[in-house]
């Protein structure tokens, strides 16, 4: 559970406190406000504050007064030529922060997202929970054997129950000289500072932080890492995300959904052959001028 008692109840007391605003809100953002998601085994991912709407996006589109809202099917079509045209400020103007709990070495993927603004638990300051990231048996796969950087066949049988026994056994010896280490409460030892300490854990152990970033960033973040090439770990946190994100701003995600996320980008080579085979023409790769990586992809694109 990635949530203690006490933790649930103080995000049970934050949630029941409501207040009035002349803000603009989200109905469907308002439900997750605060609520702890659960993702992997000790991770979370919630709401904590946000601004703006699918009004705020075509409000500022036209540079409105009052709430800029024309009708709705007026809002959803501007929205899709938005998002269509690559006129990506107006979505800059909506604003998530989330709260995040999360393996380190998911971390080390999702900071490389420069266009956010991040605070991290200091394991300086602080000691870390024995809480370390142990797949599920479905998800300890084997290497794949067409794509260096991913995953096949789970592993089964003796090789995937001593894999398990390798996580869990090496997590908890690290993380009990991690407190030997620290020596905390006992007065007998000087006791290792945390931020050194902390350099024996491994990078299945989780971090917490506090994440902010505009729709526009976001919506980038979740084509790269909600797509089925992004490592599991870390595409059910934005998995998770494109549910909130559906719920907070609708019409802006269902433009997302269908250009970006259901949409494909298609290179010169590639729309000249879909034009000679609409006209009849027999194209291979040979004839293409595509390689046999690109071509792979241009057929699978095309189903
Ligand atoms: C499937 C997958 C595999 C990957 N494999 C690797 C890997 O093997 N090794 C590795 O190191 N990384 C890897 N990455 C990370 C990847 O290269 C990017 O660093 C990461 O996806 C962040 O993307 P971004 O830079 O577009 O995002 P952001 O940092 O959020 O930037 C968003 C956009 O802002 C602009 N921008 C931001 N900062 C700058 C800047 N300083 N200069 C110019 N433009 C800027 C760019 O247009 C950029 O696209 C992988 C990512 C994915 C999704």
Same mark, same amino acid.
């Given at each position: 559970?990635p949530?203690?008692a006490?933790?649930a109840?103080e &995000?049970?007391?934050?949630?029941a +406190?409501t207040?009035?605003?002349? *803000?603009?809100?989200?109905e /469907?953002?308002?439900?997750h406000?605060y609520?702890?998601?659960?993702v992997?085994?000790?991770?979370l991912?919630r709401?904590?504050?946000?601004?703006g709407n699918?009004?705020? &996006?075509t +409000?500022a589109a036209?540079v409105?007064?009052g709430? /800029?809202?024309?009708?709705v @099917?007026n809002d959803?079509g501007?929205i899709?030529?938005?998002?269509?045209?690559?006129?990506?400020t107006?979505f800059?103007?909506?604003e998530?922060k989330?709260?995040?709990?999360?393996?380190?070495f998911?971390?080390r +993927?999702?900071?490389?997202h420069?266009?956010? !603004?991040? !605070?991290?638990?200091?394991?300086?300051? @602080?000691i870390l929970?024995?809480e370390?990231y142990?797949?599920k048996?479905e998800?300890?796969?084997?290497?794949?054997?067409?794509? !260096?950087?991913?995953?096949g066949?789970a592993l089964?049988?003796?090789e995937?129950?001593?894999?398990?026994?390798y996580?869990?056994d090496d997590?908890?010896?690290?993380?009990?000289?991690?407190?030997e280490?620290m020596?905390?409460? #006992?007065? #007998?030892k000087?006791g290792?500072?945390?931020?050194?300490a902390?350099?024996?854990?491994?990078?299945?152990v989780?971090? +917490?932080?506090?994440?902010k970033?505009d729709?526009?960033n976001?919506f980038h973040?979740l084509?790269?890492?909600? #797509?089925?090439?992004?490592?599991?770990?870390?595409?059910?946190?934005?998995?998770?995300?494109?549910?909130?994100v559906?719920?907070?701003?609708?019409?802006?995600?269902s433009?997302?959904? #269908?250009?970006?996320?259901g949409?494909? !980008? &298609?290179s010169?080579?590639g729309?000249?052959c &879909?034009? *000679?085979?609409?006209?009849g023409?027999?194209?291979?790769q040979?004839n293409? /001028?595509? @390689?046999k990586?690109?071509?792979?992809?241009f057929? /699978?694109?095309?189903?």
């Amino acid at each position: 559970m990635p949530l203690t008692a006490e933790q649930a109840a103080e &995000i049970e007391e934050q949630r029941a +406190q409501t207040g009035t605003t002349r *803000r603009a809100i989200s109905e /469907g953002m308002e439900e997750h406000l605060y609520k702890a998601h659960e993702v992997l085994d000790h991770g979370l991912i919630r709401v904590i504050d946000y601004m703006g709407n699918d009004s705020a &996006i075509t +409000q500022a589109a036209r540079v409105s007064y009052g709430k /800029g809202t024309k009708a709705v @099917s007026n809002d959803e079509g501007l929205i899709r030529y938005l998002m269509r045209h690559w006129h990506s400020t107006p979505f800059e103007m909506c604003e998530v922060k989330f709260h995040v709990k999360l393996p380190v070495f998911v971390a080390r +993927q999702w900071i490389r997202h420069r266009t956010a !603004n991040v !605070n991290e638990y200091s394991a300086r300051y @602080s000691i870390l929970d024995r809480e370390f990231y142990i797949p599920k048996p479905e998800h300890l796969a084997a290497q794949s054997v067409i794509n !260096n950087q991913g995953r096949g066949e789970a592993l089964t049988g003796a090789e995937a129950e001593a894999v398990l026994k390798y996580l869990r056994d090496d997590s908890d010896k690290a993380y009990d000289h991690y407190e030997e280490m620290m020596a905390e409460g #006992d007065d #007998d030892k000087q006791g290792l500072a945390r931020e050194l300490a902390r350099m024996n854990l491994p990078a299945n152990v989780y971090t +917490q932080w506090y994440w902010k970033v505009d729709l526009h960033n976001l919506f980038h973040f979740l084509r790269l890492r909600a #797509d089925s090439h992004a490592q599991y770990e870390i595409r059910v946190y934005a998995e998770k995300m494109c549910e909130i994100v559906k719920d907070w701003v609708p019409a802006a995600y269902s433009a997302f959904e #269908d250009y970006r996320m259901g949409g494909a !980008n &298609i290179s010169e080579k590639g729309l000249d052959c &879909i034009r *000679r085979r609409l006209a009849g023409e027999d194209v291979t790769q040979e004839n293409s /001028g595509m @390689s046999k990586g690109e071509w792979r992809e241009f057929e /699978g694109m095309l189903g």
